[in-house]
């Protein structure tokens, strides 16, 4: 059903170069592509091209033969990404949700069962909810900062994927990806943990037991806001030709420019991401001495529930922070309004910083349900703007 040419064959050194054999930052600059046989290009071309050449019939050059099932541009993606997260192989999808839609179709039947998050990103939530259960599978949500719950909500012999987001949006609440790969393996299913909001610098859940990552490319991945993708990557070889076949089986791909753009956002991601972290940081620091701010939301500070578990797991706490304004609703809807810097915008993970308002914008479809999030709480993305700005941008906005 799955057969072997659904996965393009890599190269001994493509493989090797999965492997963590160098640091991070090596990897992300030099895996899933060598310099160009014939030219010596650097960069991997964007290779605008729907078909291949055959040398006599079935005679592939590299295995490529149509650019649904592979095109070497995102075959350079593929590699660099497989690479960063230390799993088998990695697929590139034209969308976060694209990638989450072949998961789902690869893994799961009519009947199964998936856990997901109870605080799930509202599109998952809306696949799973609105389109999965249409075509006969059936879910329980479970919130992922509790191991008894998840295991809880588990159908022993049903379920097939514990679904986990860590940290969560917008409440950054935080699973402990080794103790849910337990949960999940002992009743044989598998963990998919969605890397978005950690990236896969801070995070590499392959690493602590997960078998699927997640992500949306379109945010920490791409960086900067100017790309839709997404990614799946997996941990055996096995579970790679399934995902292979589905990929090619349904066509979500993501195309040679789009791929091109987020492989040169990978080349970044561990300057950006720190970057990120440290105005994160700076950001926290600021609301929290700030009169008019009522709570900060940061998974990098002691008071936060998971803390300890983040900081185990975790290279770093992200650049997301969330809080609430002491005077409330109207309070925040201000406060947004009157950012400068920060832009008032959905998405998030892109160079420049974002402010929103959850409840009125990308939580909007969960108001009056158990995902409503409090009305006074705004959602930042801090940029890699320069510290002081983003601080007194915020200042000027919580007037
Ligand atoms: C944006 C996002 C997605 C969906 O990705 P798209 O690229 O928008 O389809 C999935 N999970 C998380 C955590 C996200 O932030």
């Keep these: 059903m799955f057969p072997a040419s659904s996965v393009l064959p890599v190269t001994q050194e493509q493989h090797d170069q999965h492997r963590s054999k160098s640091g991070f930052e090596t990897r992300a600059i030099h895996a899933g592509y060598e310099p160009d046989a014939a030219t010596g290009a650097v960069i991997p071309p964007i290779y605008a091209t729907s078909t291949y050449k055959q040398d006599g019939v079935g005679g592939l050059r590299g295995g490529y033969e149509y650019s649904r099932s592979g095109n070497p541009t995102r075959t350079a993606l593929e590699g660099n990404l497989a690479a960063l997260e230390e799993g088998e192989r ?45 075509w006969g599978l059936e879910y329980d949500a479970a919130p992922v900062s509790d191991v008894d719950a998840v295991r809880a909500a588990i159908r022993p ?12 949006n917008p409440l950054l609440n935080i699973g402990d990806i080794e103790a849910l790969a337990g949960v999940a393996h002992d009743a044989g299913a598998l963990l998919v943990v969605d890397n978005t909001f950690a990236s896969s610098y801070l995070q590499q859940p392959l690493t602590l037991g997960a078998d699927v990552v997640v992500h949306s490319t379109t945010k920490y991945a791409g960086g900067h806001s100017d790309v839709v993708g997404g990614a799946l990557v997996v941990r055996d070889l096995e579970l790679a030709e399934r995902v292979g076949f589905h990929q090619n089986a349904i066509g979500a791909v993501a195309g040679p420019f789009d791929s091109w753009l987020v492989l040169r956002g990978l080349r970044t991601l561990a ?72 832009t008032l915008a959905e998405s998030l993970g892109g160079i420049e910083s974002l402010i929103e308002h959850p409840g009125r914008m990308t939580h909007a479809s969960v108001a009056g349900t158990a995902l409503e999030v409090p009305s006074d709480l705004i959602r930042l993305s801090v940029g890699i703007e320069t510290a002081d700005d983003l601080l007194a941008d915020l200042d000027r906005a919580l007037g």
Excluded at 288 to 297: D, R
Excluded at 307 to 320: D, N, P
Aim: proline residues 5%.
């Design 90 to 134: 990695a697929f590139a999808f034209a969308s976060g949700l694209a990638a989450e839609d072949t998961l789902l179709h690869s893994v799961c039947g009519p009947g199964d069962h998936v856990v997901i998050p109870d605080d799930a990103y509202g599109g998952t939530f809306r696949l799973v909810d609105k389109v999965a259960t249409g």
């Design 157 to 168: 012999g049903r379920t097939r994927l514990v679904w986990v987001e860590t940290p969560t």
């Design 271 to 342: 300057v950006r991401m720190d970057r990120h972290c440290d105005n994160a940081e700076r950001v926290v620091e600021f609301l929290a001495g700030h009169p008019k701010v009522a709570q900060v939301i940061y998974p990098g500070l002691e008071e936060h529930p998971g803390h300890a578990v983040a900081a185990r797991q975790m290279k770093r706490f992200g650049g997301i922070v969330s809080f609430r304004v002491a005077a409330g609703e109207q309070a925040a809807l201000d406060a947004c309004a009157r950012a400068e810097v920060f």
